[in-house]
Structures are given as C-alpha cells and as structure tokens.
C-alpha cells in the first residue's frame, strides 16, 4: 500500500472538484492538519472516514488505497492485493510467538504420550501406536513452524551486508543457530553464517 501514491490521488481529485483542504476538511469534519496528512503520504483516513472521503472523491475504497483509477479487470486484481493484505496483516513478532507456543504444547504432549506408552500397563499394539501418534504429532508441528520462519526471517550476509530471504530447501538443509544459518548469499555468491532478524511488515 503506497501511502504518497494515495495522498497525491486524493490531492488531485480534491483541486479537480475547486475545494481548499480547509474546505474538503470541513465537510468531512476533520481539522486541515489532517487532510494535510493525508495528501503528503504522512498517513491514510481512518476506516471511519474512507466511505466518506470516497463518497465526495467519487471513487471507490479500492480506488483509493489504489491511488488510481481502476476499471475492469485492473480493479477485479487490485481488489484481491487488498484482501490478501487485510488477511495477512499479523506481525512477523506475533507469528513467531504463537509457533514457538504450539511447538512447546507439542513437544509436551508428545514427552506425555511417550511416558504413558514407556511407563503404563499397556499392549503392545497400544504402546507402538502411541509413540506413532507421537512422531506424527510432533512432524504435523514441526511443518508449519518451519514455513512461517521461512516466511518471516529474513538473512544479512556478513560479506556484502546484502539481505535476502533463502528457499524453503536451502533454509531447511543449512546448518544454523538460534540467530544464524550458513547460507549462500545470492549477491555475492559466498557461503557464510548469515544472520536471521525479522521481516518488517508492509504498510
């Protein structure tokens, strides 16, 4: 979403109606400040305010997170950037968090499943189907977790400093740390221990 691609939208089809920012701030009922703000790219109208700043643009919501006019399939495509975008709005931090929580459950109910299985008075077939559920508990788990550290760290190489986001298979198979992977940089080519931080969300 490019904030300064919707405030110069919103700036044009404002001077194009012959309306100050003191008049179009009037009747939406927000101080010029705001208005101001919104057309330097400095931010965008609360959800509140978007029906209302759309009805007296002309435009629709689409269009103005946009910041163009949109019409046949251009808006059908721009339409699914914005729901793929509001469906995708949680932080990098907060995924990791609920990961490292479901991968700690796992781990317990697996330790649990194993000493029932080691420990109880069990047959056998009970015994070995327990620890099967167990494995596969602990994989359906360890998948997942594995996907969204692919999809929210992002690697420096210490030789260029250039950053960069590994495949699934070079993230999987790379010896690693808790905070760096040995991985080749697409940059330069060189194979080094990279260091991990997350990804920053988009706007």
């Known amino acids: 979403m490019d904030q300064i691609r919707t405030g110069k939208f919103i700036r044009r089809l404002r001077t194009e109606r012959?309306?100050?920012?003191?008049?179009?701030?009037?009747?939406?009922g927000v101080s010029e400040k705001t208005v101001s703000k919104w057309e330097t790219g400095r931010g965008l109208p609360e959800v509140s305010l978007?029906?209302?700043?759309?009805?007296?643009?002309?435009?629709?919501?689409?269009?103005?997170?946009?910041?163009e006019r949109l019409e046949g399939e251009a808006y059908r495509e721009r339409a699914e950037e914005r729901l793929l975008l509001t469906c995708d709005r949680t932080r990098p931090e907060t995924k990791v968090v609920i990961c490292n929580a479901a991968c700690w459950v796992s781990v317990a109910v697996w330790l649990a499943l194993i000493f029932i299985a080691a420990f109880c008075d069990l047959p056998v077939w009970a015994r070995i189907t327990m620890i099967v559920c167990a494995f596969l508990g602990i994989a359906a788990v360890i998948a997942p977790i594995l996907v969204v550290a692919v999809n929210t760290e992002i690697y420096t190489c210490p030789k260029c400093k250039t950053k960069f986001v590994p495949t699934f298979s070079a993230f999987l198979l790379a010896p690693h740390t808790t905070k760096k992977r040995r991985l080749k940089c697409p940059?330069?080519?060189?194979?080094s221990w990279c260091e991990s931080s997350l990804r920053k969300r988009e706007e």
Do not use: D
């Open 18 to 28: 012959g309306w100050t920012q003191s008049a179009f701030a009037e009747r939406l």
């Open 50 to 67: 978007m029906l209302p700043v759309c009805e007296l643009l002309g435009i629709t919501v689409n269009e103005l997170l946009a910041g």
């Open 187 to 191: 940059h330069c080519g060189q194979k």
